[in-house]
């Protein structure tokens, strides 16, 4: 039987994960501008507010007010429908993120699969976007990132197998808890981390993978269209991809909430866990902006090549290993 | 099950209210829109447009999306496969070695076919 305990905790976990989620994903616009202003020697966003702080809000308040362009050639309902399944898409696989011991949305037995699941249907949004703009830019931008997801899509999965392999579950509890057992997964797993963590990129569409958008050639690919909050959507879609893979990574690979306890017992300790997991995540965010800030985009041909040549066998190698590895192991 | 799908449907009600309130309140917010015959033409850079943008485009992307139904497919025959290897016998990882081998030899055929070339 359900108790109203259950019930109170139950919507507790969801607001709580809902609200930092999307406050990570805003923080982000500000963080990314600074970082990156940081790391080109100049000063980013610092006027609004304190070290700029408030160019959240004002950016907010800026495309809330835009004048909304739906173009009169465009398919309507599919244009308006397009950046909400974004957004929607990726915060629902949040719902299966551990983010301290007994804390999560639900703790579902089919967790990964339920995330590669949402990361698929994340693809919808950028082509019916780019297809209902019926424009030329957004239509590329919407082929190529349709080609560019569904390759790298690929391989996400056969990367995340050798973790599944070992932990014997889908469930990502049951991954932290394996860790907490033996070792972080980043040291047996070291090459299914490195190709999780390139779909990953691919996956939302990041520099050096952000061909869908190539501003230089693309002016902004699959959203050309888009102004004011519907633009705004896409933009804090992406910020929270990269805010899901980052924590994602930081569950599967790096022990997720375990950390050093310092004698800390309770709930205490459960507020420790859910810090530890925000500063793996943010280590990760961190390292996305470096790489946009460090590294050239390549060309398209160059990006399926890596993708179908090497990133596929690479992961169909590191599984069965892994596999091999398991058994004489066991032996 | 109620106990556990349940949370995840107050998520979704959560997840999906968010992005249509957001929606809904840049409409009570934003200026009127008004057209004007700039506006309303697809943007190229300023460049008038020549013809409709849904054209006919290079068939790599479609021989990418039934490469990606192939190697998807074959996935989704690992998921259990690897769920499943707790108990290791060397069975087990040999009967995988011939579900992939024979993937693999239709990988290097559509390699050297230059189906994995882009242009």
């Known amino acids: 039987m359900i108790s109203f305990k259950d ?22 616009i500000w963080v990314e501008r600074r970082l990156l202003a940081v790391w080109q020697d100049r000063y980013g966003p610092n006027r609004v507010g304190p070290l700029g702080l408030f160019q959240v809000l004002a950016d907010t308040i800026k495309l809330l007010a835009k004048e909304d362009w739906i173009p009169p050639f465009a398919d309507k309902p599919v244009f308006v429908i397009a950046p909400a399944i974004v957004m929607i898409t990726v915060l629902f696989s949040f719902a299966v993120l551990p983010v301290a011991r ?32 019926d424009n030329k830019y957004s239509l590329l931008g919407a082929l190529r990132a349709s080609a560019q997801m569904i390759s790298y899509e690929v391989f996400m999965g056969l990367s995340l197998m050798g973790v599944v392999l070992v932990a014997g579950s889908f469930k990502l509890s049951d991954v932290v808890e394996w860790q907490n057992r033996n070792v972080w997964f980043v040291l047996p797993q070291f090459p299914g981390f490195v190709l999780f963590l390139i779909a990953g990129i691919a996956e939302t569409r990041r520099l050096p993978f952000d061909l869908p958008e190539a501003d230089s050639e693309l002016v ?26 980052s924590a994602l990574i930081a569950v599967l ?33 961190g390292f996305f902006i470096l790489l946009r800030a460090a590294l050239p985009r390549p060309r398209f041909d160059q990006l399926m090549s890596w993708g179908w040549k090497w990133m596929l066998p690479l992961a169909l190698a590191n599984l069965l290993v892994t596999g091999a590895v398991v058994m004489t192991m066991s032996k | 099950m109620l106990n556990l799908y349940g949370p995840v449907l107050i998520f979704f009600a959560l997840a999906a209210v968010f992005p249509l309130a957001t929606l809904g309140l840049a409409k009570l917010v934003r200026p009127k829109f008004t ?13 008038t447009p020549e013809s409709d943008a849904r054209g006919r485009y290079t068939v790599r992307f479609y021989i990418i999306a039934i490469l990606f139904v192939i190697f998807d497919v074959e996935t989704i025959f690992l998921f259990p496969w690897a769920v499943l290897f707790r108990t290791p016998e060397l069975f087990y990882l040999v009967e995988m070695l011939v579900f992939l081998g024979i993937l693999i030899v239709g990988y290097i055929w559509l390699w050297r076919r230059g189906a994995l070339d882009w242009v």
Do not use: Q
């Open chain 1, 7 to 28: 019930i109170v905790a139950a919507v507790l976990t969801v607001v709580g994960v809902l609200f930092v989620a999307l406050t990570i994903a805003a923080g982000l």
């Open chain 1, 102 to 133: 007994n804390i999560v949305i639900a703790d579902l037995n089919v967790g990964l699969l339920y995330f590669l699941a949402m990361s698929s249907m994340g693809v919808y949004s950028i082509v019916l976007g780019g297809w209902a703009s």
């Open chain 1, 220 to 245: 902004a690919g699959f959203h050309s269209e888009y102004s004011g909050m519907k633009f705004g959507m896409f933009f804090v879609g992406e910020y929270l991809g990269v805010t899901l893979v």
């Open chain 1, 253 to 285: 690979f790096f022990g997720g909430w375990l950390g050093p306890v310092f004698g800390l017992a309770g709930w205490a300790r459960t507020a420790l866990g859910i810090v530890w997991l925000l500063v793996k995540t943010f280590l990760f965010i």
């Open chain 2, 35 to 47: 057209p004007t015959p700039d506006k309303v033409m697809p943007y190229e850079c300023g460049i």
